[in-house]
């Protein structure tokens, strides 16, 4: 175990230019010896001995929790986070942060004051968002698996972009307690990995109820480990709105190559119809701004964070100290989020939105009466290069268009990678489900697994 643990180390250093962690831990390797102990005593836990990266917007006791932003760059979080206590409890090796887009806003990982990272298939290239170094240090091989966590499709475009698996449960599933709030009704906690097992693995794990977090859901854990090969033939569903004018034609040859394998299986394939679909990047983008507006709104100066040298009087600290902290891309979101929340605007644009969002959650709940999965791309594109989309934002928040449309339903999605394009680009497939049923997913995961 302790050599595991070194190699991972000693694999950081060797590829630090990746710049997938702000911290490595590199005390960890002291845990290894009582892990072996109870081993031994047949004492130890689910995860004894697997090493873990987990993105730092994740509270862990006495470590750092900074949000890849000059906002919180030198704060200490003084207690840890539910999905990480966890962990933790299950014998699994803590071995650092990973850099993330500012408080996860951000679709490349190109927004952390920490610098950017690089996806290790093509340094060239971005990770993807705003998991990108918890995706990256999966596929770089730096940990067996990593945590994330996907607002708008922060595990799923990344996992894509790096040629990995990465699942985003069900909303409520996995506690948000210790999670740094971008959109509190959007915000989920998942695994990366590099096969199934251990996504199913790390996910029961983290799931359950938890009673400091009031959106957490009261509902029973399926074994997914002892379930995964269990193998059902499920009715699958193709959205024809997902696979239209913009999509990158070698990854939709490469998903209807998978599709006509899923045939020959046997499995039911359906074209399905999610017509509110054209509306979710909007519907995102305004409810999720607004959300942070009212999120980021604690990071004032006052209590702890950064704070302006510049504040001879209180109005100024306030103002300072949020226009050198924050990076562009969060002063961005939280004026749009202002913006749709304030007096004249709010029923124009937030109250609008939140009808379309339950428009968008019914399109789901209809079409998973006729089938059990829906099949979609998980990116218009492959991993773009580092730059290409940073001075549009607008053509960066559309290359969120296929995986919005899960976190405003609250239902699971799961990227699945299934090859690579003519330049050697990882292509995802998006796997999406019934609120809950992320089983279902994980089983037919495996079929592409093995």
Same mark, same amino acid.
Request: glycine residues 8%.
């Given at each position: 175990?302790?050599?595991?643990?070194?190699?991972?180390?000693?694999?950081?250093? %060797? #590829?630090? #230019?990746? #710049?997938?962690?702000? !911290?490595?831990?590199?005390?960890?390797?002291?845990?290894?010896?009582?892990?072996?102990?109870?081993?031994?005593?047949?004492?130890?836990?689910?995860?004894?001995?697997?090493?873990?990266? +987990?993105?730092?917007?994740?509270?862990?006791?006495?470590?750092?929790?900074?949000?890849?932003?000059?906002?919180?760059?030198?704060?200490?979080?003084?207690?840890?986070?539910?999905?990480?206590?966890?962990?933790?409890?299950?014998?699994?090796?803590?071995?650092?942060?990973?850099?993330?887009?500012?408080?996860?806003?951000?679709?490349?990982?190109?927004?952390?004051?920490?610098?950017? +990272?690089?996806?290790?298939?093509?340094?060239?290239?971005?990770?993807?968002?705003?998991?990108?170094?918890? /995706?990256? /240090?999966? /596929?770089?091989?730096?940990?067996?698996?990593?945590?994330?966590?996907?607002?708008?499709?922060?595990?799923?475009?990344?996992?894509?972009?790096?040629?990995?698996?990465? =699942?985003?449960?069900?909303?409520?599933?996995?506690?948000?307690?210790?999670?740094?709030?971008?959109?509190?009704?959007?915000?989920?906690?998942?695994?990366?990995?590099?096969?199934?097992?251990?996504?199913?693995?790390?996910?029961?794990?983290?799931?359950?109820?938890?009673?400091?977090?009031?959106?957490?859901?009261?509902?029973?854990?399926?074994?997914?480990?002892?379930?995964?090969?269990?193998?059902?033939?499920?009715?699958?569903?193709?959205?024809?709105?997902?696979?239209?004018?913009?999509?990158?034609?070698?990854?939709?040859?490469?998903?209807?190559?998978?599709?006509?394998?899923?045939?020959?299986?046997? !499995?039911?394939?359906?074209?399905? %119809?999610?017509?509110?679909?054209?509306?979710?990047?909007?519907?995102?983008?305004?409810?999720?701004?607004?959300?942070?507006?009212?999120?980021?709104?604690?990071?004032?100066? +006052?209590?702890?964070?950064?704070?302006?040298?510049?504040?001879?009087?209180?109005?100024?600290?306030?103002?300072?100290?949020?226009? %050198?902290? !924050?990076?562009?891309?969060?002063?961005?979101? @939280?004026?749009?989020?202002?913006?749709? =929340?304030?007096?004249?605007?709010?029923?124009?644009?937030?109250?609008?939105?939140?009808?379309?969002?339950?428009?968008?959650?019914?399109?789901?709940?209809?079409?998973?009466?006729?089938?059990?999965?829906?099949?979609?791309?998980?990116?218009?594109?492959?991993?773009?290069?580092?730059?290409?989309?940073?001075?549009?934002?607008?053509?960066?928040?559309?290359?969120?268009?296929?995986?919005?449309?899960? #976190?405003?339903?609250?239902?699971?999605? @799961?990227?699945?990678?299934?090859?690579?394009?003519?330049?050697?680009?990882?292509?995802?497939?998006?796997?999406?489900?019934?609120?809950?049923?992320?089983?279902?997913?994980?089983?037919?995961?495996?079929?592409?697994?093995?």
């Amino acid at each position: 175990m302790q050599e595991n643990v070194s190699f991972f180390l000693n694999n950081i250093k %060797e #590829n630090s #230019n990746l #710049n997938a962690f702000n !911290f490595v831990f590199d005390d960890c390797i002291e845990q290894t010896s009582s892990i072996e102990q109870k081993i031994k005593n047949g004492s130890a836990g689910k995860l004894a001995g697997m090493v873990i990266a +987990v993105k730092d917007v994740l509270a862990i006791n006495q470590k750092p929790l900074t949000c890849s932003s000059n906002i919180l760059r030198d704060f200490i979080s003084i207690y840890t986070a539910t999905a990480i206590q966890k962990l933790i409890d299950e014998d699994a090796i803590i071995i650092g942060k990973t850099n993330c887009d500012e408080f996860a806003m951000g679709s490349s990982n190109e927004n952390s004051a920490f610098g950017t +990272v690089l996806n290790p298939v093509d340094t060239s290239r971005v990770p993807g968002g705003s998991s990108g170094g918890s /995706a990256a /240090a999966v /596929a770089a091989d730096l940990c067996d698996a990593s945590i994330g966590t996907d607002t708008g499709g922060s595990i799923r475009q990344p996992a894509a972009f790096c040629g990995i698996y990465g =699942l985003k449960p069900t909303y409520g599933r996995v506690s948000r307690y210790g999670l740094t709030a971008f959109a509190s009704s959007f915000d989920t906690v998942g695994p990366f990995a590099r096969n199934v097992d251990d996504i199913a693995l790390v996910l029961s794990v983290i799931s359950g109820y938890d009673e400091n977090d009031s959106t957490s859901f009261k509902t029973d854990v399926p074994n997914f480990v002892t379930n995964l090969h269990s193998r059902k033939k499920l009715r699958i569903g193709l959205p024809k709105e997902y696979f239209a004018e913009g999509l990158n034609e070698e990854i939709r040859n490469a998903i209807f190559e998978k599709v006509e394998f899923l045939k020959e299986q046997g !499995f039911e394939i359906y074209e399905i %119809e999610l017509p509110h679909t054209e509306y979710s990047i909007a519907t995102y983008y305004i409810l999720t701004t607004a959300e942070a507006s009212s999120n980021l709104a604690r990071f004032d100066g +006052v209590r702890y964070g950064f704070r302006s040298k510049e504040d001879n009087n209180l109005l100024n600290m306030y103002v300072n100290s949020r226009s %050198e902290g !924050f990076g562009s891309e969060v002063k961005r979101r @939280i004026m749009l989020g202002t913006y749709v =929340l304030s007096s004249g605007y709010y029923d124009a644009y937030y109250r609008k939105a939140q009808k379309v969002r339950r428009l968008l959650k019914q399109d789901f709940d209809k079409a998973f009466e006729k089938v059990d999965l829906i099949l979609t791309p998980t990116t218009p594109t492959t991993a773009f290069k580092i730059g290409e989309k940073t001075s549009d934002p607008l053509e960066m928040y559309l290359g969120d268009i296929y995986t919005t449309s899960a #976190n405003l339903a609250g239902i699971p999605g @799961i990227n699945i990678p299934i090859g690579k394009d003519m330049q050697g680009l990882p292509i995802g497939m998006q796997v999406m489900s019934r609120q809950f049923d992320e089983l279902s997913l994980l089983q037919f995961s495996q079929i592409f697994d093995r």
